[in-house]
DNA sequence: ATACATCCTCTAGCAACTGGAGGTTCAAGA
DNA sequence: TCTTGAACCTCCAGTTGCTAGAGGATGTAT
């Protein structure tokens, strides 16, 4: 049986953040010790693991306790687990594409910038002035 | 004078944000009409707009509050504005390095499920065995 | 004079944790 | 067996950057 220490350790996952997974119902309640401390076993492990290996990639959770659900129904159709990643995938692209064009703007701001005072520095005019910009970089959220 | 619904609409923010960018000083307090409203000159117009375009580059608020510092001390030298913007430039950098490995590993999941069910979705399995992943991954933060 | 869009303040919520206070339990060494 | 001290416990608050809603006041046009 695990502490949720080591459980922490061998997941790289914070103590914090494991009875975090615990209180939105991610992870079950485990069994405790009679002073009432966790103790983990291998199936608690391994769906740490899958969810910490998840995060990596970028999902919600919310998607992870989909794919979770999935897991834990083995006869279910696999194209379920398919849409969820296909869905994440577009997303990371999309965030790729954004990123893409605000690297352009602000490689172009740096490099203008020819060391004066603030007042005839580029890169805080071309942050006034949106026409400054050739890229369209709308959104906000990351 | 500008309500602070005209403005919102001129800079596409939400009323709320602004009274929020109010609340944390990233905005002044602006004058009151007799019943309490709000009005806004140019010049808060031209610091909004900063500000929100500063926002569409990802700038975080706290750099953002040290590049609005800037502009209004004009004879303060550059580099500090140049930093910043390079921070940034970086920081996107990172990002975009970690979505591209992101990338390649969920294209893979996906091309490599062939649509049975649950029990042998590659998704699932390579969320399952970290062990699968060709790329490194490694942060969890966006 | 009245309608009604817009404004006000205040509070709470989102994602996904992280940190700390203040107190208990466990395991190892003397 | 006792004692130390690391690791555990619960609960609450804070992070970033907003967003939404309740419940009520104001401003403007007809």
New binding site residues.
């Given amino acids: 049986m695990l502490?949720?220490?080591?459980l922490?350790k061998r997941t790289g996952?914070?103590?914090?953040?494991i009875?975090?997974?615990e209180q939105i119902g991610l992870m079950p309640e485990p069994d405790?010790?009679?002073?009432?401390?966790?103790r983990y076993g291998d199936a608690e492990l391994d769906r740490l693991a899958f969810i910490r290996h998840s995060?990596q990639l970028g999902f919600?959770?919310?998607a992870i306790r989909e794919l979770l659900d999935l897991t834990d129904a083995p006869d279910r159709p696999c194209h379920e687990a398919d849409e969820i990643a296909r869905r994440q995938l577009k997303l990371v692209e999309q965030r790729m594409e954004r990123l893409k064009a605000l690297r352009t703007e602000l490689k172009r701001m740096v490099k203008e910038c020819s060391g004066g005072n603030a007042a005839q520095c580029r890169v805080l005019e071309v942050l006034r002035d949106h026409s400054e910009c050739l890229t369209e970089h709308d959104q906000?959220g990351a």
């Fill in positions: 502490t949720i220490g080591t922490a996952t914070k103590v914090q953040t009875r975090y997974y405790r010790t009679e002073g009432g401390q966790r995060r919600p959770l919310d906000i």
